[in-house]
């Protein structure tokens, strides 16, 4: 069972995640919090698995919140929950010890797969952000930020997985769909739903300007 702590100043959104998770049989609402000093009381007392944090909120927010649940040595995993997707508060809570910035927009199916997949040790980026974070790293001198080449490397593996990674290389030598496919003993369909994918994270349906962004996403 993955206890779940919830952290939202919005009593409307602290009962809607828990009528989502409550109906998860692996999952369990263990408390709820309206602020960051409620978190880490909170945590203290229920050692929750996955702790969902919302960003701002009265009193001490969920970045500093974040930071002081690490301080303490809890093991907890935070997802960070927000409707900004604004790089900075981005940047800040994954180098305050985040494993995941979820937005509160998202489908409930994939909110509580998100809470599966950083319970296993993933870490958890929406695409688009992903994608907006990878591209700021890149462009920033690695002693600017903290951490910035720890968060670099979780950016980029969240951006594809280890299969994209692998039809992306091929993309990237000229390969079609048919010879990605024969390579990887996969059938043609399978190949276009991850060349699909890869678009989608990259934000673009045109090889060629793929090609040019996968290139430098991979460092080829």
């Given at each position: 069972m993955i206890k779940v702590l919830i952290v939202d100043d919005l009593a409307l959104m602290r009962d809607g995640l828990q009528t989502i998770i409550g109906l998860e049989q692996d999952l369990q609402v263990v408390g709820t919090a309206r602020s960051?000093?409620?978190?880490?009381?909170?945590?203290?007392?229920?050692?929750p698995d996955i702790v969902l944090m919302d960003i701002q909120m009265p009193g001490m927010g969920g970045i500093a919140a974040v930071r002081m649940m690490k301080?303490?040595?809890?093991?907890?995993?935070?997802?960070i929950l927000t409707t900004f997707?604004?790089?900075?508060?981005?940047v800040d809570g994954l180098s305050s010890g985040a494993v995941g910035f979820l937005m509160k927009d998202?489908?409930?199916?994939?909110?509580?797969?998100?809470i599966?997949?950083?319970?296993?040790?993933?870490?958890?980026?929406?695409?688009?952000v992903a994608v907006?974070?990878?591209?700021?790293?890149?462009?920033?001198?690695?002693?600017?930020?903290?951490?910035?080449?720890?968060?670099?490397?979780?950016a980029e593996a969240a951006l594809l997985t280890n299969?994209?990674?692998?039809?992306?290389?091929l993309l990237l030598e000229g390969r079609t769909n048919r010879e990605i496919a024969g390579l990887?003993?996969?059938?043609?369909?399978?190949?276009?739903?991850?060349?699909s994918s890869i678009y989608g994270k990259i934000g673009t349906n045109d090889r060629t300007l793929a090609v040019v962004a996968l290139r430098d996403l991979l460092g080829d």
């Open positions: 960051g000093e409620e978190a880490i009381e909170q945590a203290l007392l229920l050692e301080d303490k040595g809890l093991k907890a995993a935070v997802l997707s604004d790089i900075d508060y981005i998202m489908p409930g199916e994939q909110l509580v797969q998100s599966r997949d950083a319970a296993a040790g993933h870490f958890m980026l929406p695409s688009a907006k974070l990878a591209n700021r790293i890149h462009a920033l001198d690695s002693g600017h930020l903290p951490g910035i080449n720890t968060i670099r490397k979780k299969k994209e990674q692998t039809v992306a290389r990887l003993f996969m059938s043609e369909g399978t190949v276009k739903n991850y060349v």
